[in-house]
């Protein structure tokens, strides 16, 4: 299978589901690793040039752990809306390009309106994809593809209904997220959290609930055209 996974920022999906993609790329499976934004505002101490380059060279050192492809939409934090056009072309243009099975991002209803605007683009253009006449300069998707939705930070406000083992792929999930450098250091003084130990807690949290060490927690898309009979996690 093609997995592509769409987080808002540049260490969400290392926060959210890390486990679970690097499991993928054991079993075989290609992931696209894509985050929307560069990064840009989540300093104290560089510029928005400085930290977009600095954020991309981590991003693409964690895919790299992972085993995975990297990818970026270049938009800017704080910015990302549904309702723009060009992001709208530039999220069917992703889905054109990577050609997924199965597409992983957020659950529409997390902490910040990057997350929640990346989840309903995705959820919005992964269908545009498929029809001829949305004209980009890429051929059409040929399938309405199913959608998984990773945890909300913290898990709150969300209950999984589908969990995935991570024992073995944990400390490469804190690697990825380790890779984040500038991310450890911009959540440690403006969130006040160790990032690293928050998402050892989550998903212990998530393995107690299902009986293994550690574990992520999904929720599948359940609109006319996503469902399978496949399961398609690992
Ligand atoms: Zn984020």
């Keep these: 299978m093609r997995v592509l996974a769409v987080g808002a920022h540049p260490d969400d999906l290392e926060i959210l589901c890390g486990g679970t993609l690097a ?3 054991r079993e075989g499976h290609e992931v696209v690793m894509c985050h929307a934004s560069l990064g840009d505002r989540g300093s104290f101490v560089h510029t928005s040039d400085e930290v977009t380059g600095i954020r991309g060279a981590e991003a693409r050192r964690a895919a790299e752990i992972a085993g995975a492809e990297y990818a970026t939409l270049g938009f800017s934090d704080g910015e990302i809306l549904a309702s723009d056009p060009d992001q709208r072309r530039a999220v ?7 050609c997924p099975d199965v597409i992983v991002t957020h659950f529409h209803g997390d902490y910040m309106s990057d ?5 309903k683009l995705v959820f919005d253009c992964s269908f545009h994809a498929t029809l001829p006449l949305f004209e980009t300069r890429k051929p059409h998707h040929g399938k309405v593809t199913p959608i998984l939705y990773m945890e909300t930070v913290m898990g709150l406000g969300f209950s999984p ?3 995935v083992d991570v024992t073995e792929t944990i400390e490469t999930k804190v690697a990825m997220l380790e890779a984040h450098t500038s991310q450890l250091e911009w959540l440690r003084d403006h969130d006040g959290v160790d990032i690293v130990e928050q998402m050892r807690t989550t998903t212990r949290f998530r393995g107690q609930q299902c009986g293994v060490a550690y574990a992520e927690g999904f929720v599948p898309c359940l609109t ?7 399961r398609l996690l690992p």
């Design 161 to 163: 209904t589908e969990f």
């Design 23 to 25: 499991r993928f790329v």
């Design 224 to 230: 006319w055209l996503r469902p399978t009979t496949q």
């Design 92 to 98: 069917v243009d992703l889905v054109r390009e990577t």
């Design 115 to 119: 997350h929640n605007e990346i989840s």
